[in-house]
Structures are given as C-alpha cells and as structure tokens.
C-alpha cells in the first residue's frame, strides 16, 4: 500500500509557473513509477506526465505539455515534483499524482492520491 499526498496546487496568471510535490509513504518509493493526470471539469481525467522508478531515467510528457512541465523524483525526500511553466487557462484541472509497483507506469496506476486544483486566469 502506498499513500500519495499532492501539494503546491493554487490560483496563478497565465505565462505564471508553479511546483506540485507528491509525498509517497508506506514502501519504498524508489520501486514504483510515478505520474500525475489532471481532469478539468466536465472532461475525461488524461496523463500528464511520468517517471520511471529506480533513478527515474526515463521521462514521458503528453503532447500538450512537453516543453512546459518537467516531472522530476527525489527518492530520499520520497517525493515527485512536477514543475510547470508558461502555464495556460486549459491547464485548469484537478491534478493527481499516481503510482505504479512497474519500472514505467502503463495502464491505470494503482495507486492515487487525493488531487490538487490549479487554476489558471487569464
């Protein structure tokens, strides 16, 4: 079983950036991949980005964010950050941090946590 907390979720101006964390307890996080999905209202939930487990050598981006968002792991902070710049208003969503016990995370994640919103004005 491993428990997921999402922090750093908030109101920021378009062109803004912010930082969410996700604190992992209750294994050894090294041994799970990582990711975070969004669902904005009255829209299906969709992948956000990943990170292998281990040292997190791999790295995956939806099309929409590459080249904004960088998903990065502290293994001894038991912690994914997922750091989000020139952030836009369709960037509004629920943003959830997941985990998977596989060296990529490939279907649905077992394991979630409980959302943090982020809001992007105009």
């Known amino acids: 079983q491993v428990q997921l907390v999402e922090s750093g979720g908030g109101l920021v101006q378009a062109g803004g950036s912010l930082r969410l964390s996700c604190a992992a307890s209750?294994?050894?996080?090294?041994?799970?991949?990582m990711a975070w999905f969004r669902q904005a209202p009255g829209k299906e939930r969709e992948f956000v980005a990943a990170i292998s487990w281990r040292s997190g050598s791999s790295t995956y981006y939806a099309d929409s964010v590459k080249g904004r968002f960088t998903i990065s792991r502290d293994n001894a902070k038991n912690t994914v950050y997922l750091r989000m710049n020139s952030l836009k208003p369709e960037d509004t969503a629920v943003y959830y941090c997941a985990a998977s016990s596989d060296r990529i995370v490939q279907g649905t994640p077992k394991y979630w946590g409980q959302g943090t919103q982020v809001t992007v004005s105009s």
């Open positions: 209750g294994r050894t996080f090294s041994n799970y991949a």
